[in-house]
């Protein structure tokens, strides 16, 4: 089983953005407790981060062949980015949308995810820890794949 982990704008600079939103680890951080968490299952998980759109389109068209699976956090494209949502529509694997920070607690503009509506469901404000759940419940889903 192969997982694509992709986190979007703004999201490499976790562990020094506002950290009582988004906590202390930074991206290389969580993704070394994802990679740990991934050995026992076991399941193969690659990651990607990037600040542009077409850039993140790119590399869900590229790797859609070769997973099973997806988890998201998509950072400000979230709430808008609709050619994210037409890609992952188009790959059609299980994907779950990871946000660090309660999206529904903070600014207006932050509640309405357009994202959401196309995943299999939506972590939101558990931290770091959403990935590893989001990581379990794919793992879990795709139980017969190898
Ligand atoms: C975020 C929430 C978004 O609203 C914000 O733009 C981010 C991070 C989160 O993980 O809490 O960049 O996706």
Same mark, same amino acid.
């Given at each position: 089983?192969?997982?694509?982990?992709?986190?979007?704008?703004?999201?490499?600079?976790?562990?020094? !953005?506002?950290?009582?939103?988004?906590?202390?680890?930074? /991206?290389? =951080?969580?993704?070394?407790?994802?990679?740990?968490?991934?050995?026992?299952? +076991? %399941?193969?998980?690659?990651?990607?981060?990037?600040?542009?759109?077409?850039?993140?389109?790119?590399?869900?068209?590229?790797?859609?062949?070769?997973?099973?699976?997806?988890?998201?956090? +998509?950072?400000?494209?979230?709430?808008?980015?609709?050619?994210?949502?037409?890609? /992952?529509?188009? %790959?059609? /694997? +299980?994907?779950?949308?990871?946000?660090?920070?309660?999206?529904?607690?903070?600014?207006?503009? !932050?509640?309405?995810?357009?994202? %959401?509506?196309?995943?299999?469901? =939506?972590?939101?404000?558990?931290?770091?820890?959403?990935?590893?759940? %989001? /990581?379990?419940?794919?793992?879990?889903?795709? !139980?017969?794949?190898?």
């Amino acid at each position: 089983m192969k997982l694509m982990l992709i986190n979007g704008p703004n999201l490499n600079l976790l562990g020094k !953005r506002d950290k009582s939103i988004y906590g202390e680890m930074t /991206l290389a =951080q969580i993704e070394s407790r994802v990679l740990e968490k991934a050995k026992d299952y +076991p %399941a193969d998980v690659i990651f990607f981060q990037s600040n542009h759109e077409g850039s993140i389109i790119d590399f869900i068209q590229e790797q859609t062949d070769k997973c099973n699976g997806i988890i998201i956090n +998509p950072g400000a494209l979230t709430h808008y980015g609709l050619s994210i949502r037409d890609a /992952l529509v188009d %790959a059609n /694997l +299980p994907t779950i949308e990871v946000h660090l920070s309660n999206i529904y607690a903070r600014d207006e503009w !932050r509640h309405k995810s357009i994202i %959401a509506p196309i995943c299999n469901g =939506q972590i939101s404000g558990l931290g770091w820890n959403g990935y590893i759940l %989001a /990581l379990e419940y794919l793992v879990d889903l795709l !139980r017969d794949v190898n």
